[in-house]
């Protein structure tokens, strides 16, 4: 219980009496005294006026990643753990290769968005020995997909990635035009390596050089911009994300090749390892993880984050009125995503967590109207 400022004034009050006879009998430095009365005055304010939730204890140190389907799930998780829970969330931004290790010695305490069949067996081994705790999907149905404009997969009846050997005229390369373009992820993303791969096995490294994108910014600006201007992209894509919440975009199919096997067609980590098998994206699985520690020291958030569990499409949405909109602010469009799912939402968290988190949405939106 705090303190009352009343309480502190009679505490040091009492101090004060007590060295002034200290003081009297034992001749002891005025200075020290002095410099003594000062240290204690400055406690006991400082524990009175301090948040007990804004001690280092009660951060939470959240993996960020590139891409902005992850960035806006870390901002509604922090707003909730903030709002809702007292706590301090802090992003530690990492690249993807770099998760297992950072939640295996707690450089992070949660990372939200893992696309596991992408990471190697490294990171399943960590799980399987306890040093990471799989909180389960938070998407249902993600995924990695390849895509062309709709419109042009009607017209020219693409169905498939074979069918694009022969419509690579469609997004010449300005620099060789005689191939096509094909958009490949970020190279810091473990999917970057299997593109190529896939390229390859399916037969359309001939007809297309590969595009590296700087940032996810650009990338995405790559694919929005097509969209706006009705012209023709090829390339990789995920949901949830801005892009595919256009509806601009065809999903294409990919080819089971013979290498491919049931345990295979789970795991894309493996064909990192093994250049011979190739097989589709299916519905990928995206995990919420969590250092084995926070795990043991933070049952309310645990509770959360299993509960946790967001449909794609109001993901997808949601960044797709950010990106129309030109919102930047990962915290507002956290406080769109809940304004606008509240039901949604209202399932993953304690019953107190809720009212605090509904009472600050009120105040943000009167203060932004």
Same mark, same amino acid.
């Given at each position: 219980?705090?303190?009352?400022?009343?309480?502190?004034?009679?505490?040091?009050?009492?101090?004060?009496?007590?060295?002034?006879?200290?003081?009297?009998?034992?001749?002891?430095?005025?200075?020290?005294?002095?410099?003594?009365?000062?240290?204690?005055?400055?406690?006991?304010?400082?524990?009175?006026?301090?948040?007990?939730?804004?001690?280092?204890?009660?951060?939470?140190?959240?993996?960020?990643?590139?891409?902005?389907?992850?960035?806006?799930?870390?901002?509604?998780?922090?707003?909730?753990?903030?709002?809702?829970?007292?706590?301090?969330?802090?992003?530690?931004?990492?690249?993807?290769?770099? @998760?297992?290790?950072?939640? /295996?010695? !707690? +450089?992070?305490?949660?990372?939200?968005?893992? &696309?596991?069949?992408?990471?190697? #067996? =490294?990171?399943?081994?960590?799980?399987?020995?306890?040093?990471?705790?799989?909180?389960?999907?938070?998407?249902?149905?993600?995924?990695?997909?390849?895509?062309?404009?709709?419109? @042009?997969?009607?017209?020219? /009846?693409? !169905? +498939?990635?074979?069918?694009?050997?022969?419509? &690579?005229?469609?997004?010449?390369? #300005? =620099?060789?035009?005689?191939?096509?373009?094909?958009?490949?992820?970020?190279?810091?993303?473990?999917?970057?390596?299997?593109?190529?791969?896939?390229?390859?096995?399916?037969?359309?490294?001939?007809?297309?050089?590969?595009?590296?994108?700087?940032?996810?910014?650009?990338?995405?600006?790559?694919?929005?911009?097509?969209?706006?201007?009705?012209?023709?992209?090829?390339?990789?894509?995920?949901?949830?994300?801005?892009?595919?919440?256009?509806?601009?975009?065809?999903?294409?199919?990919?080819?089971?090749?013979?290498?491919?096997?049931?345990?295979?067609?789970?795991?894309?980590?493996?064909?990192?390892?093994?250049?011979?098998?190739?097989?589709?994206?299916?519905?990928?699985?995206?995990?919420?993880?969590?250092?084995?520690?926070?795990?043991?020291?933070?049952?309310?958030?645990?509770?959360?984050?299993?509960?946790?569990?967001?449909?794609?499409?109001?993901?997808?949405?949601?960044?797709?009125?950010?990106?129309?909109?030109?919102?930047?602010?990962?915290?507002?469009?956290?406080?769109?995503?809940?304004?606008?799912?509240?039901?949604?939402?209202?399932?993953?968290?304690?019953?107190?967590?809720?009212?605090?988190?509904?009472?600050?949405?009120?105040?943000?939106?009167?203060?932004?109207?």
């Amino acid at each position: 219980m705090k303190k009352s400022v009343i309480d502190i004034n009679r505490t040091i009050n009492d101090l004060c009496s007590i060295i002034f006879l200290l003081i009297h009998k034992h001749h002891v430095q005025i200075s020290l005294i002095i410099l003594l009365i000062i240290v204690l005055q400055s406690d006991l304010i400082l524990a009175d006026t301090q948040n007990p939730m804004d001690a280092p204890d009660n951060r939470i140190i959240l993996h960020g990643g590139d891409w902005d389907s992850f960035k806006l799930i870390n901002a509604i998780a922090s707003y909730i753990l903030k709002n809702g829970y007292g706590y301090t969330p802090q992003i530690y931004p990492e690249p993807e290769k770099k @998760v297992s290790e950072s939640l /295996s010695s !707690r +450089t992070v305490d949660i990372s939200l968005e893992v &696309w596991k069949e992408n990471h190697p #067996p =490294e990171l399943q081994n960590y799980i399987e020995i306890g040093a990471i705790i799989d909180m389960g999907k938070i998407y249902e149905n993600a995924a990695h997909t390849y895509i062309i404009p709709d419109h @042009v997969a009607q017209q020219y /009846s693409i !169905r +498939t990635m074979e069918d694009m050997q022969h419509y &690579w005229y469609l997004c010449k390369d #300005p =620099e060789e035009p005689t191939k096509g373009l094909f958009y490949n992820a970020l190279i810091t993303w473990l999917v970057h390596d299997s593109n190529l791969k896939k390229l390859d096995a399916y037969g359309l490294s001939p007809y297309y050089n590969p595009v590296t994108m700087p940032s996810s910014r650009a990338y995405e600006e790559v694919f929005m911009k097509a969209a706006r201007e009705n012209r023709t992209v090829f390339g990789m894509y995920w949901i949830p994300s801005a892009v595919m919440g256009t509806g601009y975009w065809k999903e294409l199919e990919e080819p089971t090749l013979p290498s491919c096997t049931n345990e295979t067609i789970l795991n894309l980590n493996l064909v990192n390892a093994n250049q011979s098998q190739i097989c589709p994206f299916t519905s990928s699985s995206v995990h919420k993880l969590v250092s084995r520690d926070f795990y043991d020291s933070a049952p309310e958030v645990v509770s959360f984050l299993i509960a946790l569990k967001p449909d794609e499409n109001e993901i997808s949405r949601t960044l797709t009125f950010g990106y129309l909109n030109n919102i930047s602010d990962w915290d507002r469009l956290s406080e769109e995503y809940l304004i606008n799912n509240e039901e949604k939402w209202k399932s993953w968290v304690s019953t107190d967590a809720y009212i605090r988190i509904k009472r600050t949405l009120a105040v943000n939106t009167d203060e932004t109207e």
